[in-house]
Every structure is written in C-alpha cells, then in structure tokens.
C-alpha cells in the first residue's frame, strides 16, 4: 500500500484520488482552495460527476481517503505525488502551464525523502523536462525523485468507470524504480490485464495529445460528411452506422451534432497546432478540425434562423441543453454559447432549460431566461432547439411539445427526436444531416 498525494481537486484530480483509493492506497487529495477543501471535509463534492460521491464516500469511511490544504505537509508525507491541476488555454492557443510549474516549485520545496513525481494534467510535449528542471533548480541535482507522466483519459459524466476500467494505462518513466512504482499503484488493474504501455515521458505526453485531437478529428470529419449528406439527400446516421461497422473504424466518436465543446478537445486541438508549429512541423488535419468545429457550431446558429424565417427579433425561442454533453454541468464550449449569442444579438427572448447546468450558463449568460423543466422553456415558444442529447430530451413527448408552443419549429443538433413524429405533428424541423421538413 503506497502513501499518495494528489494535487488539484478538479475532475481529473479528485476522481483519479478517489479511484486510487479505491484501489487500496492511502490517498490525500490536496488543494489550495480551502473553501473546496472544506466542502470535501463535509462530504459535499464540489463537482458533478454520477457516481463519484458514493465511491469518495466509501474510501472516507474506510480511512484510505482524506482531504487537506496543508499541500506542504500533503507532499512530505507521500511517496508518490500526482500534479493534477489545470492547463488552460492561454491567449495564443497553448496550455497555460503556470499552475503546473507553481506545483512543482512547492514540491522542490517539500522533497524530504524519494519520491516519485508524477503529472496527469495535460501538458505539453517537453512539459515533463521543464518539470525536472524545476524541482533540480529548487532542490538541488542530488534531490531524490523520478519524474514520470501518467496521463488520463477520464471523460466528464464517465469518469468513474473510465477511472476504474480504463482501456489502457499509460506510464512514461525513464527509471525502472518509479515504474515499478507506479505499477504497483495500478496493481488491481494490472492482476486485470488492463494493457499498460511503458513508455518515455515525451511519448506518454505526446499519446494523451494524439488521442484527444484523433477524437475530435473524428467527429469534425462526421459533421463535414454530415452537411454533404444534407445537400445529397443522404442520412448521416446510416452514414455512421455502416462506416463504424468496419472495425477499422469503430462507431465510437462518430455521431454527428452541433461541434465538440467541453474542456478538453477544443484546448488540446489548438495546443497540439501550436505544439506542432512551435517544432516547426504542420498537423493541418488538426488545424482543419478545429476550423470545421466553429463553423459548424456557426452553422447551427444560421440553420435555427433559416427555420425561423430569418425572424427572431422579439420571439420567445427555447434551449433545451446547455452542458457541452450530457450528465455534466460543465458548459465549457458547450455548442449552447454561440446559439445564445447569435440568438441574443438578434433581439430575440432567450429562454433555457437544462437538468442541471442553468447555474453555470447563468454566470456567463445573465439575460437568458432559466427555467426548471422543459414544459415551462418550451411554453408559447417560436422555435425550439435540443443542443445536449440528455436522456429526458430522449425520452421529449413529441404531442406534449405540439401543444405547448406558439410554432410548432424545432431544430434537433444532436439527431435525438424522431423524424416519423415530427412528420406526422406536423413540426418544422431540422437536424445535423438528415432529411429535414420540406419548408
Ligand atoms: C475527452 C476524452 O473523451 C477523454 O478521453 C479525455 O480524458 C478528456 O477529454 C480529457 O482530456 O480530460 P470529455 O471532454 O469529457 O472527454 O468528453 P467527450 O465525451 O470526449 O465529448 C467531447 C465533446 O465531443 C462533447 O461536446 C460531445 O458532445 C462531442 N461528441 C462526442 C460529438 O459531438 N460526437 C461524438 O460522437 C462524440
């Protein structure tokens, strides 16, 4: 049972605490934020994510898991240290790493015994160097560490299994010992056979870039095959169907929609086309998927206008879903930003419902009308828009929604409602590359 300390309670951070602990070591997820601290500390978790109470509540109860802001005293005492904390993206399109490399000066500062220093934020090839040079400038070339990137591959709404049944581990260690270590605390995934690739830092920080930006190439690709099939008469769906059949291909990551938000894609698409232009190197593929993911997220805005008439100014219009995905309140890029910009800038009444993200689009988007179901958001509306594929938007009871609004319009981003239906209520409708309603 080793002693670990994970720095940063974000997603990554506090999942990836809670899941070691749950795989038996002794963890201490550690924060500056106190007051985030002090919510963990009474057993409230300052994030959503399904699942993650239950697990962080039996690892509480079971002594393996506490919470502290002492990271001083957090770091002294572990043997290994994750860094977990935030790499947002800076004005020109690279990660801000300045949280990472704060860390590792307090770490430098608090290096009492060996210990194995390990990064899961995403970062930058060649972060891992400058993370070494720190902790040698700080605590001197005899200090006894290893340095070693282990990046994550959690996805919000699915971190918790993601965590425990990940498809792979990736550990980039140059020192035998620390990846030895390191195995040890994956041991229960080990005894699974869950792959573990060994590997260099720069290639285990150049795998989390290559899988994230693949991810998001993928389905840019899907909404550019998408919007040809609107102008051929063919059904994109079937489309994904067929082509992910092909094992080659896989269906994952290939369901066409409003464009890829969230925390991670857009961030790491840009960071890798910086990266790569930083080594003098192109990855034009990436350059395009990140240009096909505006417009496409544009795209949506002009198609909820045209169904509109190009007349918005002074109408109710209704959101339903504003997290970037469902089973999160993240609205980070969440596709739901720019149809309330465009639909605001036109003068139009903006009202929203989301199971659970309201409060978050609220701090960014005051002037939107927030309501509690989507009875209330669609009532006396001209014109609907499903922007997140939550369950209950599944499930929308297509005769309830005829009768509620004032126009019978709706533009589906995520392909989720049924088109017979629609049809037959004689709804106005359209969607991301499928046959839409003949006005
Ligand atoms: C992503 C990766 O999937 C994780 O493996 C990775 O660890 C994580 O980033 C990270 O770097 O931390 P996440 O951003 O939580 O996870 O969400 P995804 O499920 O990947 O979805 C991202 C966006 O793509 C969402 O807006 C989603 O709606 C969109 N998407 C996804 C599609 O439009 N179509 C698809 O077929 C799949």
Same mark, same amino acid.
């Given at each position: 049972? &080793? ?26 997820? *550690?924060?500056?934020?106190?007051? &985030?601290? %002090? ?9 959503? !994510? ?15 898991? *506490?919470?502290?802001? #002492? ?7 572990? =043997? ?8 947002? !993206? ?5 990660? #801000?790493?300045?949280?990472?490399? *704060?860390? +590792? ?8 015994? /060996? ?35 282990? @990046? ?9 299994? =993601? ?9 980039? +260690? ?13 041991? @229960? ?19 989390? /870039?290559?899988?994230? +930006? ?9 909404? %550019? ?52 232009? %930083? ?46 995905? @469902? ?6 890029? *969440? ?12 003068? +139009? ?29 669609? &009532? ?40 017979? !239906?629609? /049809? ?16």
């Amino acid at each position: 049972m &080793k002693k670990i300390t994970i720095i940063g309670t974000g997603y990554v951070g506090l999942v990836s605490g809670t899941g070691i602990s749950d795989f038996g070591h002794n963890v201490i997820c *550690s924060d500056i934020a106190e007051e &985030k601290i %002090e919510m963990l500390n009474s057993g409230i978790i300052p994030i959503y !994510e399904p699942g993650l109470k239950d697990v962080v509540e039996r690892n509480v109860q079971a002594g393996r898991l *506490s919470f502290s802001s #002492d990271v001083a005293e957090s770091i002294q005492s572990a =043997d290994v240290i994750f860094i977990a904390v935030g790499t947002p !993206e800076s004005e020109n399109g690279s990660a #801000d790493l300045s949280a990472v490399f *704060s860390v +590792a000066k307090t770490i430098a500062e608090n290096l009492n015994t /060996y210990k194995v220093i390990c990064t899961k934020s995403t970062v930058p090839v060649g972060t891992g160097d400058k993370i070494i040079n720190i902790i040698k400038t700080v605590a001197g070339n005899n200090a006894e560490f290893d340095y070693v990137s282990n @990046p994550e591959f959690l996805r919000e709404g699915a971190a918790v299994n =993601d965590f425990l049944r990940p498809d792979r581990v990736v550990i980039g +260690a140059t020192s035998d010992k620390a990846f030895d270590i390191l195995k040890d605390v994956y041991r @229960p995934l080990y005894i699974n056979e869950t792959p573990m690739v060994h590997t260099n830092i720069a290639t285990a920080e150049m795998i989390k /870039y290559a899988s994230n +930006a693949f991810l998001a190439l993928k389905i840019s690709y899907i909404n %550019e095959v998408a919007n040809i099939c609107e102008a051929v008469g063919a059904d994109v769906q079937t489309v994904a169907r067929a082509m992910g059949s092909d094992g080659r291909i896989s269906p994952k990551f290939l369901h066409a929609g409003p464009g890829f938000g969230g925390s991670c894609f857009p961030k790491d698409t840009k960071a890798l086309v910086h990266l790569a232009n %930083e080594v003098g190197e192109d990855i034009r593929t990436i350059q395009a998927a990140v240009e096909a993911n505006q417009s496409q997220k544009s795209r949506m805005v002009d198609k909820f206008i045209r169904l509109l008439n190009n007349s918005v100014d002074g109408k109710i219009v209704s959101l339903l879903g504003l997290s970037f995905k @469902p089973n999160t309140d993240d609205v980070r890029d *969440s596709s739901a930003i720019e149809m309330i910009e465009g639909l605001l800038s036109l003068g +139009a009444h903006v009202r929203a419902y989301d199971p659970i993200a309201n409060s978050n689009m609220k701090k960014r988007f005051p002037l939107v009308e927030y309501v509690d179901n989507w009875q209330s958001a669609v &009532k006396d509306s001209s014109g609907v828009v499903i922007l997140t594929e939550w369950n209950e938007f599944r499930g929308l009871d297509l005769q309830e929604l005829a009768t509620l609004v004032k126009e019978k319009i709706v533009l589906d981003t995520r392909n989720i409602l049924s088109m017979n !239906e629609l /049809y037959r209520l004689e709804f106005t409708f359209d969607n991301v590359g499928r046959k839409k309603s003949d006005r």
